[in-house]
């Protein structure tokens, strides 16, 4: 199994490219569009270079595959869609509960009215094949009601469930976040497969001390994580992911990121202009 990582440096985030390489078979794992949101420009030239390597390698892309609704980049859903032809989308089903979290925030009822424009909404424990490649999905939910990890083989790619060793796990401070759910995602799921898994991660934020990285294993956070390993106690966890949530700033994409991630990656229609546009809820400090 070929497994191709690529970062993300404005957002920190990983995309992945999971192929078989004899049959040439493969999906993208949370690929990311370029958004400036000082110009509200929206490019592909991060997309454009996943695809480069989907078409050098002569592969067959059947799946974009969603952890979450991502608060801090805009998914290049639709792009991977466009390009290649027959691709699917995929996210977890409980992605309902996350479009009737922001429906009253956005005042948009089309979010709870109309079914979400994802081609697939996976189940716990569904397992789904793309050409030769098999898949399971696992609900692993607290960074959001709706977070999924895909398994496959030795390999699981968990989004914003845990991050590298030194860093601890997915904040859990959003709207529907549950540090509770975190906890028993990461002791119960996450550690019951076997300890060589390897984990692919959705960020980095490395220290000075070391390299950009995006691929741990059970047995290392089991080990080593910083915010919750195998001696953690629940309460030790609760406490730990609460202190740290609170010292983090508001992601600076999560408006725009939300409203489109909610709806696949689709951006806003044209109004009468020919002018799409995003909205910013605006409260008092």
Known sequence: ??????????????TYVVADPDSGDAVVIDPVRDFHASSGQVAQRFADGVMRFIRARKLKLHYVLETHVHADHMSAAPLFKEAFPGVKVAIGARVMEVRALFA???????????????????????EFSAGTLHFKTLFTPGHTPACVSYWIGDAAFVGDLVMMPDLGSGRCDFPGADP?????????????????????????????????????SVLEIKRKNRMINADTEYETFLARRR???????????????????????????????????????????
């Not at 300890?195 to 980095?204: A, E, P």
């Open 243 to 285: 202190e740290r949530d609170r010292e983090l700033a508001f992601p600076e994409l999560m408006w725009a990121s939300v409203q489109v991630n909610l709806n696949a990656g689709q951006l806003p229609k044209p109004e009468a202009n020919g002018i799409s546009y995003l909205r910013i809820p605006i409260s008092k400090a």
């Open 180 to 216: 509770e759910a975190m906890y028993e995602s990461i002791g119960v799921c996450l550690f019951a497969l076997p300890d060589t898994t390897r984990l692919f991660v959705g960020h980095d934020y490395p220290p000075e001390t070391r390299d950009m990285d995006c691929e741990t």
């Open 1 to 14: 199994m070929l497994i191709q990582p690529f970062h993300h440096l404005e957002t920190g985030s990983w």
């Open 104 to 126: 009253d925030l956005f005042n948009d009822m089309t979010l709870v009215t109309e079914a979400p424009p994802f081609d697939l909404l996976l189940e716990d424990e569904q």
